[in-house]
């Protein structure tokens, strides 16, 4: 185990009901807030109408910014930070998923900068690689998330989408940690079915990437990650044919804020390879990111963590899906389809082709994956140095 550094300075509220502290918490932060959403489900569900309710009763002013799409993009962002800026609020207030969240922790930077938010995700060309332009200052951040998928209520990432380039990155910094986040599990009761399933499918991927690849003697975070796994695979069914099951969704938003916090990947001396293979299609594509992970996921276990390290797939597999089989790599591959039939029962059977992606795009998409997963250092850290030939292999395999 690496030596490693916690810092988790969000506040954090969780429960059912808890969505009625809104008011007094926002006031906490200032008087008057840009409210940062989507274009539809906040608003359908009645959501929006309560906050604003609880703003009013508080006595805090507020604007809606209602322009988030999935996969934000930064000329999204830019325009808000404007509008933050013209209409000088004092924090910004999220409602909504990790599109949501993500956007206006950027909205959040480039209010207080005002530089355009893609000269965050630039980065600054260091030696070997590429630097992050750390973000140090930033607007108070308050979440609520509507969705339990990418932690991002209570961490310090935020990822964008550049669309003129089709670039998918992350900016990063302390001042992008929310100040406060309220968790409220019945928020997230009318989540659809396949939104759902595409967000257990996030949360698995935040836990089993470190996971897999870990360095020795990380026995905490290995049984802290193994029980997250085991209660999102259990929990996750019932969420979908259950939606306003209070346990079932209270255990899926806990564990999405655990599942990439510090306390699942300190120490472990790994990073999130499957993501950067990802982001391409999502920033592509635009198709759902925890549905690409699905789909990438089970490829990247047979061609690499199989051959690399077979006996940490095969602990995931009798910790976390009850597999049995005593050899190892025999133990490996029941693992993998044991996953193979989770992510059926829970309605995720697609290829990448089904979403237009072609054996022809391949090439482009694993060399965005390679330079910007990989920072500038020419390959991703995986259980082996991935070079653009293991990417394409990955995606090849799912087409």
């Known amino acids: 185990m690496f030596p490693f550094e916690v810092s988790f300075p969000t506040k954090i509220y969780f429960g059912i009901g808890e969505l009625e502290r809104l008011g007094q918490e926002a006031k906490s932060l200032g008087q008057k807030a840009l409210l940062v959403t989507g274009g539809n489900a906040a608003k359908r569900t009645g959501l929006l109408d309560r906050a604003k309710a609880l703003l009013q009763e508080a006595q805090v002013a507020y604007l809606v910014f209602d322009k988030i799409e999935p996969n934000p993009r930064t000329a999204t962002v830019d325009a808000g930070a404007a509008l933050a800026r013209e209409h000088q609020c004092d924090f910004i207030l999220a409602i909504g998923g990790g599109s949501v969240m993500d956007a206006s922790k950027a909205i959040a930077?480039?209010?207080?900068?005002?530089?355009?938010?893609?000269?965050?995700?630039?980065?600054?060309?260091?030696?070997?690689?590429?630097?992050?332009?750390?973000?140090?200052?930033?607007?108070?951040?308050?979440?609520?998330?509507?969705?339990a998928a990418t932690g991002s209520e209570a961490n310090h990432?935020?990822?964008?989408?550049?669309?003129?380039?089709?670039?998918?990155?992350?900016?990063?910094?302390?001042?992008?940690?929310p100040k406060i986040a309220i968790l409220d599990p019945s928020v997230t009761f009318t989540v659809p079915a396949r939104v759902t399933a595409e967000s257990c499918a996030d949360i698995f991927s935040h836990l089993f990437e470190n996971y897999l690849i870990s360095a020795e003697g990380t026995y905490v975070q290995d049984g802290i990650s193994e029980t997250l796994i085991r209660l999102v695979v259990e929990h996750s069914i019932t969420a979908i044919q259950q939606p306003d099951n209070a346990e079932a969704r209270s255990t899926l938003l806990w564990a999405s804020t655990l599942g990439i916090?510090?306390?699942?990947?300190?120490?472990?001396?790994?990073?999130?390879?499957?993501?950067?293979?990802?982001?391409?299609?999502s920033g592509i594509y635009d198709m759902a990111h925890g549905r690409g992970l699905a789909i990438l996921s089970l490829p990247y276990f047979e061609q690499m963590i199989l051959q690399d390290r077979p006996e940490r797939l095969a602990r995931m597999g009798r910790h976390c899906f009850g597999v049995t089989v005593?050899?190892?790599?025999?133990?490996?591959?029941?693992?993998?389809?044991?996953?193979?039939?989770?992510?059926?029962?829970?309605?995720i059977t697609e290829r990448l082709s089904d979403f237009g992606v072609t054996k022809q795009s391949l090439v482009?998409?694993?060399?965005?994956?390679?330079?910007?997963?990989?920072?500038?250092?020419?390959?991703?850290?995986?259980?082996?140095?991935?070079?653009?030939?293991?990417?394409?292999?990955?995606?090849?395999?799912?087409?």
């Open 326 to 347: 005593e050899n190892e790599s025999e133990a490996a591959r029941a693992t993998i389809d044991a996953v193979r039939r989770w992510y059926e029962r829970m309605g």
């Open 157 to 177: 990432i935020s990822v964008l989408t550049h669309w003129d380039t089709h670039e998918k990155s992350s900016i990063n910094g302390p001042a992008l940690y």
């Open 364 to 399: 482009q998409m694993a060399e965005e994956a390679v330079r910007i997963g990989g920072r500038g250092i020419g390959y991703l850290p995986s259980s082996r140095k991935l070079n653009e030939s293991d990417v394409i292999a990955i995606y090849e395999a799912c087409l």
């Open 109 to 147: 930077a480039a209010a207080v900068s005002g530089r355009p938010i893609y000269d965050y995700m630039r980065g600054n060309p260091s030696g070997s690689g590429q630097l992050l332009v750390p973000v140090q200052e930033a607007l108070p951040i308050m979440t609520v998330p509507t969705v």
């Open 261 to 281: 916090s510090p306390f699942t990947a300190g120490g472990r001396g790994a990073g999130m390879p499957l993501h950067g293979i990802e982001h391409p299609l």
